[in-house]
């Protein structure tokens, strides 16, 4: 594998392109909104990168006391996104770059790394059997379906926890839809502003509406995937951000 991988920064993340949604021109005011996001969190220490080729394979981590996620890890790195897709996969790459992060905690003198997924294969999280094929360890699993992996690099570290507000699995809008969203994807924006409104009218279901402005309120909401997550009638359904389409919406709450 010849791998030439790009970390992004403010001063060059307007001319280099973040991945997803990049061909999507529906997505475009999305798109632009993840970029603000980042280059607020580059501050915090935030990282974002990826191969430099027209594709889908990156990584994006940070401090763990940092992160949008309502877990308490101190000293650990939170990993968020990663993704490796179509013809880029079985080429090393998401070694490479897990490595790069590794390398990163390493160096930061950090107690390991965590990251959050389903339990199961959950939407827009990361392959949980890879993570532990990885060496990385569950070391908390939530009845809704999300797990908690932790990789140390210090043995005696605590591990990372789930907060209290994710544990019952409910919201506090207990009729019709509520969905919990950020802009750390460019397409949540765009379908739940336009693709679930209509969704919701067209069932005449009422809709919250929860944007996850700021780091403290990310910190504490009621799901763990703070990227997107939908609940109907006050209880966790998904992460999968297909289901805000009227065509899909059916399926997917009666799937889940």
Same mark, same amino acid.
Request: proline fraction near 4%; hydrophobic fraction near 35%; glycine fraction near 6%.
């Given at each position: 594998?010849?791998?030439?991988?790009?970390?992004?920064?403010?001063? @060059?993340?307007?001319?280099? =392109?973040?991945?997803?949604?990049?061909?999507?021109?529906?997505?475009? &005011?999305?798109?632009?909104? +993840?970029?603000?996001?980042?280059?607020?969190?580059?501050?915090?220490?935030?990282?974002?990168?990826?191969?430099?080729?027209?594709?889908?394979?990156?990584?994006?981590?940070?401090?763990?006391?940092?992160?949008?996620?309502?877990?308490?890890?101190?000293?650990?790195?939170?990993? @968020?996104?990663?993704?490796?897709?179509?013809?880029?996969?079985?080429?090393?790459?998401?070694?490479?770059?897990?490595? *790069?992060?590794? &390398?990163?905690?390493?160096?930061?003198? +950090?107690?390991?790394?965590?990251?959050?997924?389903?339990?199961? +294969?959950?939407?827009?999280?990361? &392959?949980?059997?890879?993570?532990?094929?990885?060496?990385?360890?569950?070391?908390?699993?939530?009845? =809704?379906?999300?797990?908690?992996?932790?990789?140390?690099?210090?043995?005696?570290?605590? @591990?990372?926890?789930?907060?209290? *507000?994710?544990?019952?699995?409910?919201?506090?809008?207990?009729?019709?839809?509520?969905?919990?969203?950020?802009?750390?994807?460019?397409?949540?924006?765009? =379908?739940?502003?336009? *693709?679930?409104?209509?969704?919701?009218?067209?069932?005449?279901?009422?809709? =919250?509406?929860?944007?996850?402005?700021? !780091?403290?309120?990310?910190?504490?909401?009621?799901?763990?995937?703070?990227?997107?997550?939908?609940?109907?009638?006050?209880?966790?359904?998904?992460?999968?951000? *297909?289901?805000? !389409? &009227?065509?899909?919406?059916?399926?997917?709450?009666?799937?889940?």
């Amino acid at each position: 594998m010849n791998a030439n991988f790009i970390t992004l920064t403010k001063e @060059n993340i307007a001319k280099e =392109h973040i991945c997803c949604a990049f061909s999507d021109k529906k997505c475009k &005011d999305s798109y632009e909104l +993840k970029k603000e996001w980042l280059k607020k969190e580059f501050d915090n220490g935030y990282v974002f990168r990826r191969l430099d080729e027209r594709a889908k394979v990156f990584i994006e981590y940070g401090p763990a006391e940092k992160g949008w996620a309502p877990i308490d890890a101190p000293d650990y790195l939170l990993i @968020n996104c990663f993704w490796v897709s179509g013809q880029y996969k079985g080429q090393g790459y998401a070694k490479a770059l897990l490595q *790069s992060a590794i &390398d990163d905690a390493q160096a930061h003198g +950090k107690a390991g790394l965590t990251t959050i997924v389903g339990t199961s +294969k959950f939407h827009f999280m990361s &392959d949980t059997k890879w993570f532990l094929r990885q060496g990385f360890e569950t070391c908390e699993t939530l009845p =809704h379906g999300f797990s908690l992996l932790v990789k140390k690099l210090n043995p005696q570290a605590e @591990n990372p926890t789930f907060r209290e *507000s994710v544990k019952s699995s409910e919201c506090e809008h207990k009729q019709g839809i509520a969905v919990y969203y950020s802009n750390r994807c460019p397409f949540t924006e765009y =379908h739940i502003n336009n *693709s679930l409104q209509e969704t919701a009218r067209n069932r005449n279901l009422s809709l =919250h509406i929860i944007k996850l402005a700021t !780091m403290e309120q990310a910190q504490s909401s009621p799901t763990p995937a703070t990227i997107f997550s939908l609940f109907y009638n006050g209880k966790f359904v998904t992460t999968d951000l *297909s289901a805000c !389409m &009227d065509s899909r919406f059916d399926k997917v709450v009666k799937t889940e």
